[in-house]
């Protein structure tokens, strides 16, 4: 059975940096993109970033390009989104999922798994 669990999140200051981790475990075979999403309360969900593991590329939304960096470490099978500069509207839940592609937006396509989510709250 494939699971992803996030880990990371936390309380961070306007400006701050945060480094979330997804951990997996089981064949993810189907999986050809791993990504992050985010969904603040009221909001609706957003893709933050996806990478195309086929070919090595990452897609960005544009609220978070040029602040969030996401980076895989194959060996212990985790997704890392490093979170720099972090704003108040970053605050959200972030949760991790693996699917078939990814838009240039920065959405995994075709999911065929997701985590559980892990709290960011931002103060300023």
């Known amino acids: 059975q494939v699971q992803l669990v996030e880990s990371g999140g936390g309380s961070v200051q306007a400006g701050g940096s945060l480094r979330l981790s997804c951990t997996t475990s089981?064949?993810?075979?189907?999986?050809?993109?791993m990504g992050w999403f985010r969904q603040a309360p009221g909001k609706e969900r957003e893709g933050v970033a996806c990478?195309?593991?086929?070919?090595?590329?990452?897609y960005y939304a544009d609220s978070v390009k040029g602040r969030f960096t996401i980076s895989p470490d194959y060996a212990k099978n985790t997704l890392y989104l490093q979170m720099d500069s972090v704003k108040a509207e970053d605050n959200a839940m972030y949760s991790c999922?693996?699917?078939?592609?990814?838009?240039?937006?920065?959405?995994?396509?075709?999911?065929?798994?997701w985590g559980q989510g892990t709290q960011v709250t931002v103060s300023s």
């Open positions: 999922e693996a699917g078939f592609t990814c838009s240039e937006e920065g959405e995994v396509q075709g999911t065929n798994y």
């Open positions: 089981g064949y993810t075979y189907r999986t050809s993109s």
């Open positions: 990478l195309y593991r086929v070919i090595g590329t990452i």
